[in-house]
């Protein structure tokens, strides 16, 4: 006879398995996951995806230091920056790792937005998230600098005066940027803007931070008519404007860019963005009459599940000899 003891075990054991497996499905059916999953959900185009960091074999020129605060998804900025110490990090992959994985994912997207790009003008792209901590600072700069090597004439913008970035990202401190301009009572109509251009070590890839001067409240900064203004006037100078803007479910700032934009970009996290938060963000852009261009898949693990092993030992192996 099997001892009630173990019986009760047995079934407590299985109970446990039990609402686990019903917790983590239904974890799964509330956010992204997976490739292809925002075409179907949210009905736009799917322009790339990212995979995880961690997946990404480790350089020569990486130090081991950076990979492994990489691979525990530790703090970005304290790995070194382009301006800095030269260390690889996850935002100049496409410039410093180029035969990364993330490097070649990063060119997989710009190759989607491409497509995107008006004929007759300088199409102007708002990069935004669902919420905080979801990667549009890292993917706004990756893409700049891939349209950069490419040979076009790139403005990024740093359009998220709340918790800006770039300015630190590229070494550029107490640069007059964004806000400088849209508080100035000066018209901007054959304005001299080259003082808040402020150049890169990357060729043709040129920042404007988010300023000097304070502003309490930068949704109210940006119904100013100055930003079509702006808009305007940077259209003449460059192939390609990105401006990162803060999340769109927590402030209004990338809605109301996106009134002089040619489309947004949705940046979703896997296993971070809800489905629910990107459906949200998708209805108030539509209800803008702004145009969602797409999304990309962002931190995805190619290694969990047979398709994503496939796709990740198949980069690995080709070209191999």
């Known amino acids: 006879d099997i001892p009630l003891g173990a019986l009760y075990t047995g079934g ?7 609402f686990r497996e019903v917790a983590r499905r239904k974890r799964l059916t509330q956010i992204f996951e997976s490739p292809g999953h925002t075409r179907t959900i949210l009905g736009v185009p799917e322009l790339g995806v990212i995979p995880s960091a961690a997946v990404d074999r480790p350089k020569k020129t990486m130090t081991q230091r950076s990979f492994r605060a990489l691979k525990r998804g530790g703090d970005i900025q304290s790995l070194g920056t382009l301006a ?4 690889p990090t996850l935002e100049f992959a496409t410039w410093q790792d180029k035969s990364s994985i993330l490097a070649e994912s990063f ?7 491409l497509r995107t790009k008006p004929k ?3 199409p102007v792209y708002v990069i935004t998230s669902v919420g905080p901590g979801e990667g549009k600072t890292t993917l706004s700069t990756n893409l700049a600098i891939a349209m950069a090597t490419i040979g076009q004439r790139v403005l990024l913008i740093d359009a998220d005066l709340r918790r800006a970035r770039l300015h630190s990202v590229f070494g550029l401190n107490n640069c007059p940027g964004l806000s400088d301009l849209l508080t100035s009572t000066d018209s901007l109509e054959g304005a001299d803007l080259d003082a808040y251009l402020s150049p890169t070590k990357v060729d043709n890839l040129r920042v404007m931070t988010h300023g000097l001067a304070e502003v309490a409240t930068p949704a109210t900064l940006f119904f100013s008519p100055r930003v079509k203004e702006l808009v305007t006037t940077l259209r003449k100078q460059f192939d ?3 401006l990162d803007t803060a999340p769109v479910m927590l402030f209004p700032d990338a809605r109301l860019w996106g009134r002089h934009s040619d489309g947004v970009v949705l940046v979703v996290r896997a296993g971070v963005t809800t489905r629910e938060g990107a459906m949200s963000a998708c209805q108030r852009f539509a209800e803008d009459g702004v145009a969602v261009l797409g999304t990309i898949l962002n931190d995805w693990s190619p ?5 994503g092993q496939y796709y990740y030992h198949s980069y690995g192996a080709y070209g191999q000899k």
């Open 12 to 18: 407590l054991g299985y109970g446990l398995f039990w």
């Open 84 to 87: 800095g110490n030269g260390q």
């Open 107 to 113: 060119r997989q997207t710009l190759t989607s937005i």
């Open 120 to 122: 007759d003008r300088c």
């Open 240 to 242: 390609f404007i990105l």
């Open 303 to 307: 290694a969990e599940g047979p398709a």
